[in-house]
T-cell receptor, first 114, second 114 residues
Framework: KAGVTQTPRYLIKTRGQQVTLSCSPI?????VSWYQQTPGQGLQFLFE???????NKGNFPGRFSGRQFSNSRSEMNVSTLELGDSALYLC?????????????FGQGTRLTVV | AQSVTQPDIHITVSEGASLELRCNYSYGATPYLFWYVQSPGQGLQLLLKYFSGDTLVQGIKGFEAEFKRSQSSFNLRKPSVHWSDAAEYFC????????????FGGGTRLMVKP
C-alpha cells in the first residue's frame, strides 16, 4: 500500500511569489492535515481537511490556504511568500477525522524562500 | 488550549544504555498522547499512543511510555538503545473535539555514542 506522497520534495521560491504544495493521501483515507516545521517554532498545525471541507485551522495568517479534492488529494497554497515561510511542510493522512485514527505522515516538502 | 513541553533539547546516550525522554503536557481533560520519531529528511513515524486504560503502553522498536496523570507526564523509555535509534523524538497531544489536530512539543534530538 503506497504511503503519503508529497510533491515536490524541494522548492525554492522568491519573496513575494506564491507556491502550491501537493499531498496525495493513502488510498481510502479521507482526512489530510498539514503542518509547518521550522527550527524556531517547531511543528505547528496549519489545517485539516476531511471530505473536501476544512475541519480545523491553526493560527496562521490568511496567506496560508488549502483545499481538498473529491479524490482526497489536498493542496496548500502560500501567497506573498516571506523569508519566514521557509520550512518543511508535512502532510498527514488519516482514514477518518478524530484523534483516535492514526495519522501517517509524508516525507514533506522543503520550501526555501530567498 | 493544550501544550506540550519536552525539557531536553538534546540527549546523548551510549549504545546499549537505557533511555528516558521526558514529556509534560497541559490539557484540561483526559489527553490523547503520542510519541513520534523523525529521522533526518523523513516524515514522522508513530511510536506509540495513549488514549485510556493501562498507563504503560508498548510501542514499536522496543519503546514504551508511561502516562502519569498526577505529574502530567508521558515519558518515553527504552531499556537498551541501538545506534539506529538516533533521531528526533516528538511528544504530541490531541483532543476529542479537534479532529486530527496534534499539538507537538519542541522535540528531543537523540544522539547515540558507539
Amino acid at each position: 500500500k503506497a504511503g503519503v506522497t508529497q510533491t515536490p520534495r524541494y522548492l525554492i521560491k522568491t519573496r513575494g511569489q506564491q507556491v502550491t504544495l501537493s499531498c496525495s493521501p493513502i488510498s481510502g483515507h479521507r482526512s489530510v492535515s498539514w503542518y509547518q516545521q521550522t527550527p524556531g517554532q517547531g511543528l505547528q498545525f496549519l489545517f485539516e481537511y476531511f471530505s473536501e471541507t476544512q475541519r480545523n485551522k491553526g493560527n496562521f495568517p490568511g496567506r496560508f490556504s488549502g483545499r481538498q479534492f473529491s479524490n482526497s488529494r489536498s493542496e496548500m497554497n502560500v501567497s506573498t511568500l516571506e523569508l519566514g515561510d521557509s520550512a518543511l511542510y508535512l502532510c498527514a493522512s488519516s482514514s477518518d477525522t478524530g484523534i483516535r485514527t492514526e495519522a501517517f505522515f509524508g516525507q514533506g516538502t522543503r520550501l526555501t524562500v530567498v | 488550549a493544550q501544550s506540550v513541553t519536552q525539557p531536553d533539547i538534546h540527549i546523548t546516550v551510549s549504545e546499549g544504555a537505557s533511555l528516558e525522554l521526558r514529556c509534560n503536557y497541559s490539557y484540561g481533560a483526559t489527553p490523547y498522547l503520542f510519541w513520534y520519531v523523525q529521522s533526518p529528511g523523513q516524515g514522522l513515524q508513530l511510536l506509540l499512543k495513549y488514549f485510556s486504560g493501562d498507563t504503560l503502553v508498548q510501542g514499536i522498536k522496543g519503546f514504551e511510555a508511561e502516562f502519569k496523570r498526577s505529574q502530567s507526564s508521558f515519558n518515553l523509555r527504552k531499556p537498551s538503545v541501538h545506534w539506529s535509534d538516533a533521531a528526533e523524538y516528538f511528544c504530541a497531544v490531541g483532543a476529542d473535539n479537534a479532529g486530527n489536530m496534534l499539538t507537538f512539543g519542541g522535540g528531543t534530538r537523540l544522539m547515540v555514542k558507539p
